[in-house]
């Protein structure tokens, strides 16, 4: 039995068996079981009228029920390509739970669970995380707030506190299988295998987990990851046996068998897919069984775990394991790093040497991706490593990147410039590969000090003139770059403000709109042709809010 949960944004899986506390939502399960079997059906507009005929005596139970029909049913006129209709009926769940909450003599926690995800839906993530730290606060044995919470916290990229939260929960309610399996499920998306199967296990010591094939797959995936492959083969045979026509048990399977070398097993396996499985998957199966039918197939796995084994000893706290592993790292091509490798990044995570090493190892990949972490490393102002060779790493990988968002960043640097000549010269490097502009006749000379003050003043000069369309470039690409930003978009915004000091009206447009972008504001403006006065006040005004606000701690 799974909970039914209002605009549903994970599968949870088991039945709670027992609370230390009172759910407030156990009162309401009939009710919402019987919504949710007329959502199933497809009746979601007989499921609204219901609940509204309910919620006519004013209760905040009912209140709440009509508001979660309401959601319910925005969600399914979503997925049915009907926004208006969904968008209406998100509004009358808004409504629904703030009668609700203002219904009752005390606060009730069901209609700030509502309110929570009403707001996640919007995409107002700050307030769905207060709404349903209110909950927990009133009701601390909620059930649906404390899962939503860690989801939330989660899309604000807050694993740690995620994990908090679901770890108080389970300290008062240990039984809860979902709340477990939500943590194993973040665990194993973090790449915490040890813990998660630690979770994962003492589901499986109950019958209610030991016979879930969902339980048994997570638990699996995470052996795979750990290189048990015989545990985590009979696991995922279980659910192939319990569902043959799920398509991961044979694929996880596959994978099992391929790294154990066992080739009659690998095509008994894919034998099955074809026979048990239909159109896609069947013909998948039939095309990779004739590829590891040859032999050359077998023996390009030795590459594949050659490259796992490197992976394995990144997790060392070794020094010199790490320094051997990252040596081996460059014999690779690595379409994206593993998490292993980014940990190394943090300040204390390993000597100075180690963490260069790994900064240059990402550098040389040339990934216009990688911008992001290589600039935390380089500029980052509380986050930014302390050694100064691995910032010259940093900003010698950031130079080499193919991507005109590297542009502002690389004129920071010069514009920095604190007598270092390497960082200087990498610098100067990037900037000229990207914009193809040098004021050396031989680019392999380092100017003397003179000739280097004389050079400053020349791309100084530069910048503020023919500069014009490579500043605009950047501003286009840094807004791509960081889009996926959650925190620190007001320090970004800096970036963008050096490409608005420009006095081409396009230019200056492509920053500001960067600008916004980063830091939330505006200052009029936001379309059309503005005249050059407007623009020189409105970009005097996002220097100002900068300076106020750009490396507040909440904005780093």
């Known amino acids: 039995m799974t909970r039914a949960v209002f605009i549903l944004t994970a599968v949870l899986l088991l039945a709670t068996s ?43 139970e009912s209140l709440y029920l009509l508001g979660r029909a309401c959601g319910n049913a925005a969600a399914v006129k979503r997925a049915q390509g009907n926004p208006k209709d969904a968008d209406d009926l998100l509004r009358r769940a808004q409504d629904a739970f703030e009668m609700s909450r203002d219904a009752g003599v005390a606060v009730y926690a069901p209609a700030l669970v509502g309110l929570g995800k009403c707001a996640r839906v919007r995409g107002d993530l700050d307030a769905a995380a207060r709404e349903l730290r209110e909950a927990l606060r009133v009701a601390p044995d909620c059930a649906s707030a404390a899962m939503e919470l860690a989801q939330v ?16 929960y389970l300290a008062r309610n240990e039984k809860d299988g979902d709340a477990r399996f939500l943590l194993a499920s973040l665990l194993c998306d973090a790449r915490r295998w040890e813990a998660a199967e630690s979770e994962l296990r003492t589901l499986m010591a109950r019958p209610e987990g030991r016979d879930h094939p969902e339980v048994r797959k997570m638990l699996g995936a995470a052996l795979i990851e750990r290189e048990e492959l015989a545990e985590a083969a009979e696991h995922f045979e279980f659910c192939r046996a319990a569902r043959p026509k799920d398509p991961e048990s044979y694929r996880a399977l596959l994978v099992i068998r391929r790294r154990q070398r066992d080739r ?3 095509m008994r396996v894919l034998e099955d897919m074809r026979r048990n499985l239909e159109g896609e998957q069947a013909a998948w199966a039939s095309a990779m069984a004739e590829t590891l039918s040859k032999d050359e197939a077998w023996e390009s796995l ?7 084994s490197v992976v394995k000893k990144l997790s060392s706290n070794d020094p010199a394991v790490l320094r051997a592993a990252l040596a081996s790292m460059r014999k690779y091509d690595w379409p994206a790093f593993p998490p292993e490798l980014i940990r190394l990044l943090a300040p204390t995570a390993a000597p100075a040497d180690v963490r260069a090493l790994a900064v240059s190892i990402i550098g040389e990949q040339r990934m216009p991706a990688t911008l992001p972490l290589l600039e935390v490393v380089l500029m980052h102002p509380r986050e930014r490593d302390p050694d100064a060779a691995v910032r010259r790493a940093a900003l010698r990988g950031i130079s080499g990147l193919p991507t005109a968002a590297a542009v502002p960043v690389l004129w920071k640097a010069l514009l920095s410039d604190d007598g270092d000549e390497e960082m200087r010269e990498a610098a100067v490097a990037g900037l000229t590969a990207l914009t193809s502009k040098s004021f050396r006749l031989d ?5 003397d000090a003179a000739g280097w003050a004389k050079e ?27 889009a996926g930003a959650r925190t620190g978009r007001k320090r970004l915004a800096g970036y963008a403000l050096l490409c608005m000091d420009d006095a081409r009206a396009q230019t200056w447009r492509a920053g500001y709109d960067a600008f916004r972008g980063f830091a939330g504001v505006d200052f009029g403006a936001t379309t059309g042709d503005v005249p050059a006065e407007e623009r ?19 904005g780093s």
């Open 18 to 60: 027992s609370f230390a506390g009172e759910d407030p939502m156990d009162p309401l399960r009939p009710r919402m079981a019987q919504q949710d079997q007329l959502a199933s059906q497809g009746r979601v507009d007989e499921m609204v009228a219901e609940a509204k005929k309910l919620a006519s005596d004013g209760k905040p």
């Open 153 to 168: 916290l989660v899309l604000r990229k807050e694993h740690v506190q995620a994990e908090a939260s679901l770890r108080a």
């Open 264 to 266: 009659a097993a690998t």
């Open 302 to 308: 030795r590459e594949e775990e050659t490259q796992r």
């Open 443 to 447: 680019p392999s000379a380092r100017p």
């Open 456 to 482: 400053r003043e020349l791309w100084t000069a530069w910048w503020a003139s023919d500069g014009t369309l490579a500043k605009k470039d950047a501003a286009e690409a840094i807004a791509k770059a960081w």
């Open 536 to 554: 020189a006040r409105i970009l005097e005004a996002a220097k100002q809010w900068y300076e106020a606000n750009g490396l507040r701690e909440d």
